[in-house]
C-alpha cells in the first residue's frame, strides 16, 4: 500500500473523472506518494492546519503509470525516499480512502485502520 494525501474536494473530483490526477502531476511530472512510515512528513510539511484531508491508499499493482522509488534530497543517503508515481492513478488503482485530520497538537498518524496493519520504517508517534 502507497499512501497518498488529497483533499476531500480533490478525491469527489478523481472519482467523477475515473482517475486520479492532481495540478501538481502537470507541473513535476509525478503524483507524490508516501509509505506508511513516512506519511507524517508531507503531511506536517505541506497540509499543516488542513482538516479537510484525506488520506488514499494506491495499489502499486494496479497502477498504470511507473512508480519510481526517490530520495527526497538527493544529497543525502541518509534523507527519506518516497514513491512518485509517473501519470494519473486509476481509480481502481485506489483500494481506500480514509479521513487524514490532524490530531489537536497539529500533528498527523496514520488513520487507525491502516496504523493496525503496521506502521512503516519511520516509527510515527
Not at 488529497?6 to 509509505?35: I, K
Not at 518516497?82 to 497539529?106: E, N, T
Amino acid at each position: 500500500m502507497i499512501p497518498h494525501i488529497c483533499s476531500r474536494a480533490d478525491w469527489a473530483a478523481a472519482r467523477d473523472r475515473g482517475f486520479y490526477a492532481p495540478e501538481s502531476l502537470d507541473r513535476v511530472g509525478f503524483v507524490h506518494c508516501s509509505d506508511p512510515g513516512t506519511v507524517h512528513l508531507p503531511a506536517a510539511t505541506f497540509h499543516a492546519g488542513r482538516t479537510d484531508l484525506v488520506l488514499l491508499e494506491v495499489d502499486p499493482g494496479r497502477l498504470d503509470a511507473e512508480l519510481r522509488w526517490e530520495p527526497s534530497n538527493r544529497s543525502d543517503p541518509s534523507a527519506p525516499w518516497f514513491p512518485h508515481i509517473y501519470g494519473p492513478i486509476p481509480i481502481g488503482a485506489i483500494v481506500g480512502v480514509h479521513d487524514f485530520p490532524p490530531l489537536p497538537d497539529g500533528r498527523f498518524e496514520l488513520p487507525p485502520a491502516l496504523a493496525r496493519r503496521g506502521r512503516g520504517s519511520s516509527g510515527l508517534n
